[in-house]
């Protein structure tokens, strides 16, 4: 496929500001995976979900668990993170869990990694936020190798090191899941996605236009520069975010008490101000789809577009009608994108195409044999 369209969760469970009900943490979940069934059932390709620890989200703290869920609901449905937390995880509990994901999914996964925008989740796990980027390239770099490395032996400085560690199970068909950087403002995490020929995801629903536009370039600078091909075929993903209705007035109208109070940018900007300044688009689906194409102006082709819908206390009721409408102009979303799309311009990446590119599947079950510490591969086994 050429480009990947899908929706991203940030779980907040937040007051309806119009009738003051607010949903319990069950309900919300449980909407979710409503929400998830939905993005298949109207053409999407991907669901994400944040991950976070804390009121007012009910977002999971452990996402594989979620994701899990959707993946034995859906058929087709591409399961993802919209935030793993790369800096207070243990890379190898996300080596064991996403490559577990990999499994029960059968490869319909990935996940973008990130720091998350909590500052006190840090402590909570024994961190030091001060060491934010550090964590992110150290414990990433071990990630990396746990699904590569049948046998690890590491050393680094913000955890124990590992003796001939073995992570299981091992990534499916033997090619681990495919890994999105993502970010709001951090260059650092645009090289560190440029250096290992990974996605880069600009998060794109708080910043301008211009600031986007220089986090991707940089990151196609630099992938061009580690040798993984042109700068136009690095892999990108953006986010966005939408509110429709027929009319760009009832939009207008009926999204502006939420917007006022959104934990995620409320009390601060008008809604006119933050909708020029940011690819927020409150307005009639042909207002959404033409603002959508436009992210192409300043990025260039992409592979990922995923928009926030179901945040800042919006109803269950409301949210899915916002999704009936993105249904409709999917179609026109899709050609959109692939008109004009050069021919050597990267397909989004998918486990089937990354299992076709490394030769085909192959089984890379770890057994247990005489060293049981370490193990032995599959065919030494038979």
Same mark, same amino acid.
């Given at each position: 496929?050429?480009?990947?369209?899908?929706? =991203?969760?940030?779980?907040?469970?937040?007051?309806?500001?119009? !009738?003051?009900?607010?949903?319990?943490?069950?309900?919300?979940?449980?909407?979710?995976?409503?929400?998830?069934?939905?993005?298949?059932?109207?053409?999407?390709?991907?669901?994400?979900?944040?991950?976070?620890? /804390?009121?007012?989200?009910?977002?999971?703290?452990?996402?594989?668990?979620?994701?899990?869920?959707?993946?034995?609901?859906?058929?087709?449905?591409?399961?993802?993170?919209?935030?793993?937390?790369?800096?207070? /995880?243990?890379?190898? @509990?996300?080596?064991?869990?996403?490559?577990?994901?990999?499994?029960?999914?059968?490869? +319909?996964?990935?996940?973008?990694?990130?720091?998350? /925008?909590?500052?006190?989740?840090?402590?909570? =796990?024994?961190?030091?936020?001060?060491?934010?980027?550090?964590?992110?390239?150290? /414990?990433?770099? %071990?990630?990396?190798?746990?699904? $590569?490395?049948?046998?690890? !032996?590491?050393?680094?400085?913000? $955890?124990?090191? %590992?003796?001939?560690?073995?992570?299981?199970? +091992?990534?499916?068909?033997?090619?681990?899941?495919?890994?999105?950087?993502?970010?709001?403002?951090?260059?650092?995490?645009?090289?560190?996605?440029?250096?290992?020929?990974?996605?880069?995801?600009?998060?794109?629903?708080?910043?301008?236009?211009?600031?986007?536009?220089?986090?991707? @370039?940089?990151? $196609?600078? $630099?992938?061009?520069?580690?040798?993984?091909?042109?700068?136009?075929?690095?892999?990108?993903?953006?986010?966005?975010? =939408?509110?429709? +209705?027929?009319?760009?007035?009832?939009?207008?109208?009926?999204?502006?008490?939420?917007?006022?109070?959104?934990?995620?940018?409320?009390?601060?900007?008008?809604?006119?101000? =933050?909708?020029?300044?940011?690819?927020?688009?409150?307005?009639?689906?042909?207002?959404?789809?033409?603002?959508?194409?436009?992210?192409?102006?300043?990025?260039?082709?992409?592979? +990922?577009?995923?928009?926030?819908?179901?945040?800042?206390? %919006?109803?269950?009721?409301?949210?899915?009608?916002?999704?009936?409408?993105?249904?409709?102009?999917?179609?026109?979303?899709?050609?959109?994108?692939?008109?004009?799309?050069?021919?050597?311009?990267?397909?989004?990446?998918?486990?089937?195409? @990354?299992?076709?590119?490394?030769?085909?599947?192959?089984?890379?079950?770890?057994?247990?044999?005489?060293?049981?510490?370490?193990?032995?591969?599959?065919?030494?086994?038979?």
């Amino acid at each position: 496929m050429d480009m990947q369209l899908g929706i =991203f969760t940030v779980g907040d469970v937040t007051p309806d500001p119009t !009738n003051g009900t607010t949903p319990t943490e069950y309900e919300k979940i449980k909407n979710t995976i409503i929400l998830a069934k939905k993005a298949e059932e109207i053409g999407l390709d991907v669901f994400a979900t944040a991950e976070h620890h /804390n009121p007012p989200f009910a977002s999971p703290g452990n996402p594989p668990i979620l994701l899990s869920a959707i993946a034995a609901q859906t058929e087709k449905l591409i399961v993802s993170t919209a935030t793993t937390l790369i800096t207070t /995880n243990d890379p190898v @509990r996300l080596a064991e869990d996403y490559a577990y994901l990999q499994h029960v999914s059968d490869g +319909r996964m990935d996940l973008m990694l990130g720091r998350g /925008n909590t500052g006190p989740v840090y402590p909570w =796990f024994g961190k030091d936020i001060r060491d934010g980027i550090p964590l992110a390239i150290e /414990n990433y770099d %071990l990630l990396h190798r746990l699904w $590569r490395e049948d046998v690890v !032996n590491w050393e680094g400085k913000y $955890r124990t090191p %590992l003796q001939g560690f073995t992570s299981t199970p +091992r990534p499916l068909d033997g090619v681990p899941p495919f890994v999105w950087h993502g970010s709001i403002r951090s260059p650092e995490i645009a090289e560190q996605a440029a250096y290992y020929g990974n996605g880069f995801f600009a998060n794109h629903i708080f910043w301008p236009a211009s600031h986007t536009e220089q986090m991707v @370039r940089l990151y $196609r600078q $630099r992938f061009e520069h580690y040798g993984h091909g042109d700068a136009d075929q690095a892999i990108v993903g953006l986010g966005g975010q =939408f509110f429709m +209705r027929r009319n760009s007035q009832d939009a207008v109208r009926e999204y502006r008490p939420y917007f006022d109070v959104s934990p995620v940018y409320g009390h601060g900007p008008s809604l006119e101000d =933050f909708s020029s300044q940011t690819p927020l688009t409150v307005g009639s689906p042909q207002q959404v789809l033409e603002r959508t194409l436009g992210f192409r102006d300043y990025v260039g082709d992409y592979q +990922r577009q995923l928009f926030l819908v179901d945040h800042s206390g %919006l109803p269950i009721k409301t949210v899915l009608e916002q999704m009936d409408l993105l249904g409709e102009i999917l179609p026109d979303l899709r050609a959109g994108f692939a008109e004009g799309r050069p021919a050597h311009i990267p397909d989004a990446p998918t486990h089937g195409a @990354r299992v076709a590119a490394a030769g085909g599947a192959h089984d890379a079950t770890v057994y247990a044999g005489a060293d049981a510490a370490t193990g032995s591969r599959a065919e030494d086994a038979r």
